[in-house]
């Protein structure tokens, strides 16, 4: 099984500022098939990203992903207010499907 | 427009069995692999379940593998989810989710819905 360990665990920005999520595999990740969602309090998650740095339908192009082999980033450029909430990365490269713990986003 | 809505959550205790169900609407449901996620009080996701199209490919997580059994009608355009000796440790919201791509497997979860809440107390 694949583990992935996200960092940091909180990350305390303002709005405006960038946001870099990293998530870094226990093995290589094949054909950098690793999604991102996001998920605010109370609610589903939502899909950001998948095959690394492919962003969903109708995700802000603030958001992007990048990344190969073990390690994996998902960049807010610039953030806005509604942005504020926990992401997780994903790996389905390899069964099973895993993801990482999670890293909180929060206001400074 | 998607819709996934589940339901079939409940409280039992420990040993028992519930059965999840997910009734999909707005998609072509037997086109798309389909996912269980689920969420404990106050913590992350845990992939639980996946099954492709036709239900010729399933898999679980290694936490559930022997207890549960996922499973789909196409006809009905709905999935399921069979629990059984069920564990303290498996109260949690207990998502369904369609796989964003229509390869013949279930890769990741494009669409998810509200959730049902399953405990298991004693």
């Excluded at chain 1, 990365?89 to 206001?107: A, D, H, L, W």
Aim: proline share 3%; with cysteine.
């Amino acid at each position: 099984e694949i583990v992935l360990t996200q960092s940091p665990g909180t990350l305390s920005l303002s709005p405006g500022e960038r946001a870099t999520l990293s998530c870094r595999a226990s093995q290589s990740v094949s054909n950098r098939y690793l999604a991102w969602y996001q998920q605010k309090f109370g609610q589903a998650p939502r899909l950001l990203i998948y095959g690394a740095s492919s962003r969903a339908t109708g995700i802000p192009d603030r958001f992007s992903g990048s990344g190969s082999g073990t390690d994996f980033t998902l960049t807010i450029s610039r953030l806005e207010p509604e942005d504020f909430a926990v992401y997780y990365c994903q790996q389905y490269g390899s069964s099973p499907r895993t993801f990482g713990q999670g890293t909180k986003v929060e206001i400074k | 427009e998607v819709q996934l809505v589940e339901s079939g959550g409940g409280l039992v205790q420990p040993g028992g069995s519930l059965r999840l169900s997910c009734a999909a609407s707005g998609f072509n449901f037997d086109d798309y692999g389909m996912h269980w996620v689920r969420q404990a009080p106050g913590k992350g996701l845990e992939w639980v379940s996946g099954i492709n199209w036709n239900s010729g490919s399933r898999d679980y997580a290694d936490s559930v593998k022997g207890r549960f059994t996922i499973s789909r009608d196409n006809a009905k355009d709905s999935l399921y989810l069979e629990m059984h000796s069920l564990r303290a440790e498996d109260t949690a919201l207990y998502y369904c989710a369609k796989d964003g791509s229509t390869w013949n497997s279930y890769y990741y979860m494009a669409v998810w819905g509200k959730g049902t809440t399953v405990t298991v107390y004693s």
